[in-house]
Structure formats: structure tokens, C-alpha cells
């Protein structure tokens, strides 16, 4: 990128907007995933509305300076990893939102925490359902620039089956508005669709019309303990091929351990898997599904199953899956994988990807959103000895590799992003890669808009 004065884009802005102290553009370098590549931008843009963003956009274009959008910073792939001499496009400032209870939809600013919105539209009686585990410090812009799913995935689905619209600004600074407040629209391509996900290589989203639910029924809770990770898988898909569990999540026994170290739950340190399954059905029904797991559970080999229909007790174990990687962060720094294959082949994966961590001799914990066949390896390193971090990272590939000999996805919510691009082209083929780039030159011809990252 080319060497340019910033006083032209300082006037084009409100006063505070551009950051240029270099203690604080530190800040704004890397997201969670602290890729090691990432550069020193020229400023940090922190936009307060749509109109901050086109004229941002603007600016870079014609003067072909790179942008990376950036939400709350808490992605997991390198998706919002800063390049030298380039623009930090932050959207934390645009929170507003609006929801209208007759059509059960609500217009928000991608700024607004997940949890944020969640709580904003539970005061008309509605519910907006994608939930990562990171919901109380994700944005909703983030969630939509990488498709983010949830522990009520299994059965509600993930980000892009609630977003109905969205204002978007193109790389050239173009401002467009896609779809709307309406359940049913054919008219056109499905350019929405084609937004959320694209990790902010092909526009900047700047408003969403997420579609909401009724609020979600009580919840009846399953939790089993198994001794062998074979038996967990076998109970998953007993589970998956009876019913539509409203979560189903797994945490094997690295993970069981960590948390029952911080949090003291009393969980069985001997299990090498635990599952915790809900569901939601309306009136009696939640506790005959619960009935249902519990049986399947048991037939698969399950030591333990308790079932409770106690709201709290059930969260409490929900709570305890959302905060399997922050305990198992405290073993090590983490190298997170986001792989996920079709159920069937779930027991492969999981059996395989102990197999990868005893080959090369490094710690690997899996938690899952089990019923969606999407898993979350964390394999933990030390990044100052060298011959360990070699063979993390050796893990870290042949991981995805075996995602995608299964049929599966190096990805199934957190994103492309710069530390699983060089997977890519195995999963999509040369074809789909060859399209994708044929779409990303004709909407963003001078690749300004975060480069490296997909592609």
C-alpha cells in the first residue's frame, strides 16, 4: 500500500473519529485469534453510523488503501488482523436498534453485543436465537460477517437463517439495501445471503433486520457422562436421528477436567465424555423428550444421566459448556479449530483428532456443538518453545485435513478468516475458488477490503 496523508480522511469525518496514537491503534492490531502476522495500520476508524463508513470507503478506494472491518474483536480465525499501512474499520460505536413485535423483527447497528440484542427484544416477549458461547462479548455485525452459530443451533440454526436484510456499503463507498422486514421475498438474487459470511471482503454491513422468535419455552435438561468417546458419539446420534434436541453439546475430558477446576460442579473427573442435551418442546413434551435422551443415553453405556427441569440447575451446566475454553485456556494458550463433518461421521473425527494430538505429542481438548457434527478442537501449546509450537501447528493442519477426508468443513462458524485460508481450496476445489475470486474482483476490483483474509 502506497504512503498517504491523513488529514483528507480526518475532514471527511466527525471530530475524535480517526485514532492515529500508536498506543492506541495497539489495541485494534488483532482479534482474538492473535495472528502473529498481523500489521501496524495507518489509523483506526470508528464509525458511528453508515454515513462514517461510505466516506471511509470512499477514501480508500481512491486512494487504494486497505480496510479491515472490525466488530468487538473477539473473532477466532484472524478475520480482523490488522495490515501495515492499512485502515481498522471499527463498527463498535453503531448500536442503535428498533424492534417492531408485529412483524417479530428488529433493526439493529452491528456494534450491539449479541447478548445485547438478546436481552433488548426479550422485553417485547421475543427471542433472537444464534448464541455463541462468546454471546455476552460478540457483535451482531461479527456473527453476521462469519455466519456465527450457537449452542441452539441444532435445532433454531445459525446467523444467516435470521438475517432478512441489511444496509451494506461496498467498497467503492456504494451504500445498497438488501431485503427487509418481509418473511417471503424472491424478487432478485439472494445478495443478502451472499453477504452474510464474507467475513468483510466484499462490503461493510452496517445495519441488519434480524428475523425474532416467540420467547423460547421452558427447557427440560439431560446430562450424561459416558466412558468411552465412542459411546458419547453413539448417544448423539440416537439423540439426532429420534428428535431435535433444542442443544446438544459435548466436552471430552481435558475439557470436564478444566472446568470442574474453576467452576466445581462436581462433574465425574473420570468420564472421558460429557453430554448436556435440552430440550424445548411445548408443555409435556420437553419432559418426554428429556425421557427419550435419558433412554438413549443409557443404551449407548452411559455411567451417569441425571435430568433436571429445574431452570437454574440447567443453565448451570449450559454455563459450564460456555466455559470450556477459557478453562482449558488456563492449561496453555490455545490453538482453536473450528471443524465440523456430516453426523455420521462424527465419531471419526473425534476418535481421529485424539489420534492426530497422540502423534504428535500435544494436548488436544474437544468441545462440541455435538449435534451438528461442528467440534471445537483446542489444542494447547507453549509459544516460546519453539519444537512444541512446530508440532501444535503440524496438529493444527492435519486436523483439517481430516475434516475435509470426511466430507466435512474447516469451518463451521468462526470463519475463514488468515489461519485457515491455505485449507481452503482443498474443501471448495478449484472451481468454486475461481468463482469466489471472480466475485470478490468484480465487487472490490482493487482488493482494499481485508485483504488476506478467504483468499
Known amino acids: 500500500m502506497i504512503c498517504v496523508d491523513l488529514h483528507d480522511l480526518i475532514s471527511r469525518l466527525p471530530d475524535g473519529a480517526v ?30 453510523g453508515t454515513d462514517d463508513v461510505a466516506a471511509t470507503l470512499r477514501w480508500a478506494h481512491e ?14 480465525s484472524g478475520g480482523a488482523t490488522a495490515v501495515d499501512g492499512g485502515i481498522v ?53 461479527g456473527n453476521a460477517a462469519t455466519n456465527a452459530g450457537g449452542l441452539c443451533c441444532v435445532k433454531y440454526g445459525v446467523t444467516t437463517d435470521y438475517v432478512l436484510g441489511m444496509e451494506v456499503v461496498l467498497a467503492d463507498g456504494t451504500v445498497v439495501r438488501l431485503g427487509g422486514p ?31 422468535l416467540p420467547a423460547q419455552p421452558p427447557q427440560s435438561t439431560v ?25 446438544l453439546e ?9 472446568v470442574e477446576d474453576e467452576m466445581r460442579m462436581g462433574l465425574d473427573r473420570e468420564a472421558a465424555a460429557l453430554l448436556v442435551a435440552r430440550s424445548d418442546a411445548p408443555g409435556e413434551f420437553a419432559r418426554h423428550e428429556a425421557e427419550i435422551m435419558v433412554g438413549i443415553c443409557e443404551k449407548a453405556g452411559a455411567t451417569e444421566v441425571f435430568h433436571t427441569e429445574d431452570p437454574e440447575e440447567g443453565e448451570a451446566f449450559t454455563a459450564a459448556r460456555r466455559f470450556a475454553i477459557p478453562a482449558v485456556e488456563k492449561i496453555g ?5 473450528d471443524v465440523g463433518v456430516p453426523l455420521p461421521r462424527l465419531a471419526d473425527l473425534v476418535n481421529g483428532i485424539a489420534a492426530i494430538g497422540a ?60 489461519l485457515k485460508k491455505a485449507w481452503l481450496p482443498d474443501q471448495l476445489g478449484p472451481d468454486v475458488m475461481a468463482l469466489t475470486r471472480r466475485i470478490k474482483d468484480a465487487l472490490d476490483p482493487h482488493g482494499i477490503l481485508n485483504p488476506g483474509a478467504i483468499l
Open 89 to 141: 474499520l471499527s463498527t463498535e460505536r453503531m448500536r442503535a436498534i428498533t424492534v417492531d413485535p408485529v412483524t417479530r423483527t428488529a433493526v439493529v447497528q452491528p456494534g450491539l453485543l449479541n447478548a445485547e440484542v438478546k436481552r433488548t427484544v426479550a422485553e417485547h416477549g421475543l427471542w433472537y436465537p444464534p448464541d455463541p458461547s462468546s454471546f455476552e462479548i460478540c457483535s451482531i455485525g
Open 359 to 418: 502423534r504428535n505429542d500435544v494436548l488436544v481438548s474437544v468441545i462440541a456443538h455435538a449435534g451438528d457434527g461442528n467440534t471445537h478442537p483446542l489444542i494447547v501449546h507453549d509459544p516460546t518453545d519453539a519444537a512444541m509450537t512446530e508440532r501444535a501447528h503440524r496438529a493444527f493442519g492435519e486436523i483439517m485435513d481430516l475434516a475435509i477426508q470426511l466430507g466435512g468443513t474447516i469451518t463451521g462458524e468462526h470463519g475463514v478468516g488468515r
Open 182 to 212: 418481509r418473511l417471503k421475498d424472491s424478487a432478485g438474487l439472494s445478495l443478502t445471503k451472499m453477504f452474510v459470511g464474507s467475513e468483510g471482503t466484499l462490503g461493510v454491513i452496517t445495519e441488519l433486520t434480524l428475523r425474532l
Open 250 to 258: 459435548f466436552m471430552d475430558a481435558v475439557a470436564i477436567n478444566a
Open 63 to 76: 486512494h487504494q488503501v486497505a480496510v479491515v472491518p472490525r466488530g468487538a474483536g473477539s473473532g477466532l
Open 223 to 247: 446430562v450424561a457422562t459416558f466412558p468411552t468417546l465412542t459411546a458419547a458419539t453413539e448417544a448423539i446420534l440416537g439423540i439426532t436421528g429420534t428428535l431435535r434436541p433444542a442443544m
Open 333 to 337: 494458550p490455545l490453538l482453536l479449530e
Open 19 to 48: 485514532l492515529t496514537d500508536p498506543d492506541l491503534l495497539a489495541g485494534y492490531r488483532q482479534d482474538w485469534a492473535r495472528d502473529p502476522s498481523a500489521g501496524t495500520p495507518l489509523a483506526v476508524v470508528r464509525a458511528t
